[in-house]
């Protein structure tokens, strides 16, 4: 057992370090250093510029960097702290990977390029109003006539959808077998004919998820990933891929480093609150669980590298603890701002606005922060679905 | 000991549960809200036709003279409708103020016109760097012949912006940090040298920041002592959290009883979602937290008229800790029991949750009033306990 | 609304005090106070000392004092705090209330005075081990043959039966029926032919429970009580008392008490405990929970008083929430005690034992208060059935 | 980074849990624990030829040079057993002490006793005052000729019953609580002016409290410098605390195996208890303790060996806040998911119970680590990361 980073992997992060202050964009580093949003041009720009050795996560020979698991994980690490982290879409993580393991050649040679240079914009239309935490209770339809389905139905809680150019579906193929198993995976471009995207507005304040309806769209079947009615196989790839990169330390990480940020500009009864004993045991408990949860997820990645595929106790629960760990931690930057969260800064206001002066620009995100980070418990999979699967497919209960 | 309302006040609860249930649904606090000055003007009127302007003042200046219990009641059911309209800027904190702490001049001028919905305040308190301290006060005021000048920022001033009146905390002596040398001062939202910067909260309200620039105030317009203001403050600032806490219990009830209705009516996996042992606990996991709350909530209108400062800070500390716990558990829990929908704008849950986040900050959060019951020693409970049995003991060791 | 003790019940609590310094045994004050255990004898005594003007929480005419639920509340408050606080079994708060809503005229005329004497010690035989939480499930049988019932079968968790001249028991006497429908209520002697008690010994090293076994017993047909087959009602009417009583507001009080009384003797990196924020902090903490019980018991009461037998919501979370806030005050006097919480000194000894000098002699009860404490969120209906119940019978669900 | 173990620790793995399973049930506990001495002499034995003894030492002594991993894999297996054999006394405390401070003399003389079974040492290191401060020591040494003449209580000595010689921290220069002026002295058991008074412990071991009356220890009994031994002392506590972690890390793994076990067995209802969903979840929190008790116990066998001494404690005690927590968590679930039959002395899930809550119980508890890693300022990670930052923006300031 060498629970330390090898040299090798000592090397590597030196690497990363200088391709990020190599190819980096300063203007986007200064936005995401002050929590400012980017435009889509902006996170395309930035995408392409970490996407210069290949797409991270990707083997070779699609266009990736063919690079470890702890690798990716150091990687990862940087480019957050940096920071450089722009997120493309879903392409990287959740279709791309879907496309080179299941998809036929034509389908790999023309998305897999699209994706890893920037060009198409892929979001996720899994989630349906009436299904929720039952995903496989889907109603979207996809009836084939001839050379082409028809898509009828809608998806919600897609994110980003009124920036994409591509959204991956489940649709009904089938009505007459067990609901997981009329399931199928299509590709959409989200500006065929009859689909409509409509924002909603969630409680932080900004439009990060739409709902996308589908109205008569016609769809070739060329589009079909893998086979007619596999789908459900298909979208659990895909969700172990997402729940497995789900503990979220980074983002734990960096609001607990805002929070201490914060902590010592900020004095509680005349006193620095960075320096008040009580405060500093309410940080190192967060610290504590985030070591733990980062260890954890070390362990993860360490068994993957060896069995790839295989699922161990420690992996099932990444999700389920990260975004506990994730809340906690939004909690602490809440606590810290204190009474300053009060005003509610809209997105457009933000460039312009330099008050309250004694506070670092970000301090406007906070409450919101705190208000959205209550989805993470909910998205990819709710924490009582964690649990049922951990109970059954770990316990054994 | 009796927990049962009076007859007077089972018919003031009667009337503003009706009032609200007729005219303030969530669609109707959308309209509202959505349209300047951000609150219902003639929600204001109907609450002055109903007598709730004037529930807290003494009937020689047409008040009712209501207690803490008549203001739970108004508050527990404005909470139950997230009401936009200034009540706590108005009635509960600048009102308090000119109750305890004006001349009779003052009361005379002004709260005939706060009970006939004539006249909106409002209590400039906080400076970005006092946080929950309200003795933190740098903003001056120097005396100059039969003028106050007022110099500094004032920011959070909830509803300023429609004020006619603002009352503002200034220092007239001392150090930044002192509980002596602070003064009230009731000042023109039309001086000149006053600006008003307005901003949106984050649960909707309205509310200015102030700069003050050598704003002149007339003699008359000093809310009493003009060194001595504090106590007046602070005990309406208690008065103000046994409000909020009413009114976060409003939030409460209401945010437990749509989350239950959900429950009852959302399936999933073929069943309604509330027949899930694990949710049916949560549920009450919450009942319990509303159930807590609503004790506390009960024990700081008991003790908050009590004269003797350490026991009512005490019980209103300990209430806003409750509440504030409350406010994460009822919040967090109402929301993940929604799931997605919960954490959208056009459901009213997540409204409810950012409200009572937002209480939890007004006058102190949870931590803060937790260290201000850990200094005064707890509830006391515990020193009464000792006392009696040491003195028991005692007598008994005589007697042998 | 008036939230205050009126001035009749602060006279009440002045009268209660008086009684309490005429009355009690100064021995048993003293030993209680140091937290050294009773013999059955000396609880006799206690009791019948306490029960002087009658049993505080019967109606008059059975031998009770006639007292408010307040006056019940104020008594038991005073009591604890004096401390004069005995149970002489469970023939005050259960049987005896059983059987003067439900028994006839000759048992009352039997068994109330020789409980208001303190000369019968009842215990209560309701748990068997197959049934756990599912207390309906039991299967000790009674068949009745001419004048008496035969007993045979098996009780368990049963306090103090060790010391106890009564049994009163749930026996099954009708198996074709649905289990709640079959289940009668009956009284008896526990040195009848054929009961055997052997101990139980809990983790906290303690004898408190028993299991109690049937075999052949003869229990005569007038120790029935009520109707047979009912018993499940007089059962649940019995468990709906218990529950009621059981927010441990006293207990909890108690155990708040000693923490602070022993912080102020601690000291830990030099500075005396009970001075350092965080712990006063923690203690607050418990303070702000133990009072909310405390007026939700009120709460409770005040409405038990104005319309008897019905349940709020109120009064059904405190057993719930008692059980937590009892085990939080125990873990608090845990954390205070600290690593001398260490030696364990079996109770045999604890009376011939001055060490260690430093501590008050109710220290070495400390751990095994804690562990025992776990007990309370299972007895009485454990917190997963009273969630349960409140799920059911409060929130409809 | 390879969380594998290697051959070698594969095999001890495998040997001591077959030693384990096959002579270590709970029913050979019980045996064990009721006999004097209080645990299995045979076993002992085992444990000296199976080199469990033998594991932390260097080869020069008999030892086999094993780190913090090989102790660590030993350990959880013993928790696994709750065994109650004088392991950590002998082996990782007063051996560690040996290791770290004793002189060549010493450990040639010493070490291959212990390796060999042979010798049972202890480790005097608690006064009643001292609480979780390893530097408070009142427990004088003073020097008289060639002789140190040992003068106080120490109190909570664990094996100290059984030991043949006892490792004794006493004070040699400086006030109370200073952390220089601290020796350690290797004193016989039956050495005049020392006497022993015995004592079970809460969860089943046994220990001595030791009076010293001015007992004479000689020179070549001193372990180190004798005002230096605090940073020995420090250092071979935090060994022990890790060792502590991984046998708490045992006692979880077998607490979740059991009460799963229970919940798929016992029936309530009519069904098995574990079909549930609320003690479904429940199963599923103890193992989300369980398995960030396994990464921070990991964490601290990776840090322990840290020469840098703030990184090493500041691992060190975010560990044992770790298991302290879980103790809890999983100790209370555990019990709660078996109702009363957990509560039996003669059900095993009491005994795991206790064991952890002990263990929390030496060497700091779960708040005494926190307020220690608040006070080195977290686990650091946070000023890497900043300073990370604050590098990398300087560098792209000055490249524009």
């Known amino acids: 057992m060498d629970l330390m980073f090898t040299e090798g992997d000592r090397t590597f992060r030196e690497e990363v370090r200088k391709f990020l202050y190599d190819s980096t964009i300063p203007e986007i580093r200064r936005k995401l250093a002050e929590g400012l949003k980017l435009s889509k041009e902006e996170i395309a720009a930035g995408a392409r510029s970490l996407y210069k050795k290949g797409v991270p996560t990707w083997p070779q020979e699609y266009g990736g960097t063919g690079w470890t698991l702890v690798q990716q994980y150091i990687f990862e690490e940087e480019v957050r702290a940096f920071p450089a982290l722009v997120k493309f879409g879903s392409g990287e993580d959740l279709v791309g990977p879907v496309i080179y393991t299941f998809g036929n050649l034509a389908q790999k040679q023309y998305y897999l390029p699209r994706i890893a240079n920037a060009t198409d914009w892929w979001c996720q239309g899994f989630s349906e109003p009436g299904a929720g935490s039952d995903l496989a209770a889907l109603k979207t339809r996809a009836v084939r006539h001839g050379d082409h389905y028809v898509v009828d139905g809608q998806k919600t809680w897609t994110s980003s959808a009124h920036y994409a150019d591509w959204i991956f579906c489940l649709v009904r193929t089938n009505l007459d077998v067990k609901k997981q198993q009329g399931i199928s995976f299509l590709l959409i471009d989200i500006k065929s004919p009859g689909v409509t995207v409509r924002p909603i507005h969630l409680i932080d304040g900004g439009h990060e998820v739409s709902e996308v309806f589908f109205d008569n769209v016609h769809v070739p079947v060329e589009n079909l990933v893998g086979e007619e009615n596999k789908g459900w196989g298909y979208a659990k790839y895909l969700l172990s891929n997402e729940r497995f990169g789900d503990a979220g330390v980074g983002v734990s990480k960096e609001r607990m480093w805002r929070a201490l940020e914060l902590a010592a500009q900020t004095y509680v009864g005349g006193e620095r609150l960075a320096d008040q004993p009580s405060f500093r045991e309410k940080v190192a408990e967060l610290d504590v669980q985030l070591k733990a949860l980062e260890i954890t997820q070390l362990r993860a990645i360490a068994n993957a590298s060896k069995q790839q595929g295989a699922q161990d106790p420690a992996s099932s629960i990444l999700k389920l603890r990260g975004s506990e760990v994730e809340q906690a931690a939004a909690e602490l930057l809440m606590a810290v701002m204190g009474p300053n969260a009060l005003p509610y800064i809209p997105d457009e206001e933000l460039g312009s606005r330099n008050e309250p002066p004694v506070l670092p620009r970000w301090a406007a995100e906070i409450a919101p922060t705190y208000f959205y980070s209550r989805a993470a418990s909910i998205y990819s999979g709710s924490s009582e679905i964690q649990k049922n699967i951990i109970a059954k497919a770990i316990l054994g209960l | ?400």
């Open chain 2, 1 to 400: 000991m009796k927990f049962d309302l009076s007859e007077e006040q089972r018919l003031l609860t009667e009337s503003v549960e009706r009032l609200m249930l007729d005219s303030y649904g969530f669609g109707d606090r959308r309209k509202y809200g959505g349209e300047d000055p951000g609150f219902s003007e003639a929600m204001w009127e109907r609450y002055a036709e109903l007598g709730l302007l004037a529930l807290p003042f003494s009937e020689e200046y047409g008040g009712f003279s209501g207690g803490p219990v008549e203001t739970m009641i108004v508050m527990e059911a404005f909470g139950k409708s997230l009401i936009l309209e200034p009540y706590l800027a108005t009635v509960v904190l600048a009102g308090g103020l000119l109750r305890r702490g004006g001349n009779e001049a003052q009361k005379t001028e002004l709260i005939p016109l706060i009970v006939n919905g004539r006249a909106k305040l409002a209590f400039a308190y906080a400076e970005s760097q006092s946080r929950y301290d309200l003795f933190h006060v740098e903003t001056q005021a120097k005396k100059q012949g039969t003028f106050w000048a007022l110099s500094g920022v004032k920011t959070r001033v909830l509803h300023g912006d429609v004020a006619d009146k603002i009352i503002v905390s200034a220092r007239t002596a001392g150090g930044t940090r002192d509980k002596n040398g602070i003064g009230l001062f009731l000042v023109d939202v039309h001086a000149p040298g006053l600006t008003r910067r307005p901003f949106l909260t984050q649960d909707g309200l309205r509310g200015v920041e102030i700069a003050l620039g050598n704003v002149r105030v007339d003699e008359s317009n000093l809310i009493g002592d003009p060194e001595g203001a504090f106590p007046v403050i602070s005990r309406v600032a208690d008065e103000a959290v046994t409000a909020l806490c009413a009114e976060a219990l409003g939030c409460f009830t209401k945010m437990q009883a749509i989350t239950l209705g959900y429950l009852k009516t959302r399936e999933q996996f073929g069943t309604k979602i509330g027949s899930f042992q694990v949710l049916q606990h949560r549920a009450v996991d919450m009942l319990v937290e509303l159930e807590q709350s609503r004790s506390m909530t009960l024990y700081a209108a008991m003790m908050v008229g009590e004269d003797n400062t350490i026991e009512r800070e005490r019980a209103v500390s300990a209430a806003k800790v409750q509440i504030g716990r409350s406010s994460k558990a009822i919040g967090h829990q109402s929301i993940q029991l929604h799931g997605g929908i919960g954490m959208t704008m056009e459901y009213s849950i997540g409204h409810y949750f950012k409200r009572v986040v937002m209480i939890d900050m007004l006058f102190g959060d949870a931590d803060h009033h937790l260290r201000r019951l850990a200094a005064l020693g707890g509830l006391g409970a515990v020193d009464s306990y000792r006392s009696h049995r040491t003195m028991v003991a005692t007598n008994m060791t005589t007697a042998r």
